[in-house]
Nanobody, 123 residues
Framework: QVQLVESGGGLVQAGGSRGLSCAASGRTFSSYAMGWFRQAPGKEREFVAAISWSGKTTNYADSVKGRFTISRDNAKNTVYLQMNSLKPEDTAVYYC????????????????WGQGTQVTVSA
């Protein structure tokens, strides 16, 4: 079992930056690929970014490529999402998730999920 807790959400102006963290506890964090997903009201949950267990491989949705950066610190059991040049369309609840099978860009294969943190970008 892996428990995930996101933090760092809040209100930010368009063009601003925000950093999210996801702290993991439980089974070996470093054996899991980690992903960030988001869900806006009335929309399906969508892939944002993912990182391999080693941190050497990353994958981003086209909508955030060049603006968001995913990273991890296995010594701290934490994965991060740095969001720059935020846009109103980035407004959503952001979730982190763990996947024992490696990087995936769809949500279904992920084994464990956090409770989510709200990010609101004002115009």
């Amino acid at each position: 079992q892996v428990q995930l807790v996101e933090s760092g959400g809040g209100l930010v102006q368009a063009g601003g930056s925000r950093g999210l963290s996801c702290a993991a506890s439980g089974r070996t964090f470093s054996s899991y690929a980690m992903g960030w997903f988001r869900q806006a009201p009335g929309k399906e949950r969508e892939f944002v970014a993912a990182i391999s267990w080693s941190g050497k491989t990353t994958n981003y949705a086209d909508s955030v490529k060049g603006r968001f950066t995913i990273s991890r610190d296995n010594a701290k059991n934490t994965v991060y999402l740095q969001m720059n040049s935020l846009k109103p369309e980035d407004t959503a609840v952001y979730y982190c998730a763990a996947n024992a099978a490696g990087i995936q860009t769809t949500w279904a294969p992920y084994d464990y999920w956090g409770q989510g943190t709200q990010v609101t970008v004002s115009a």
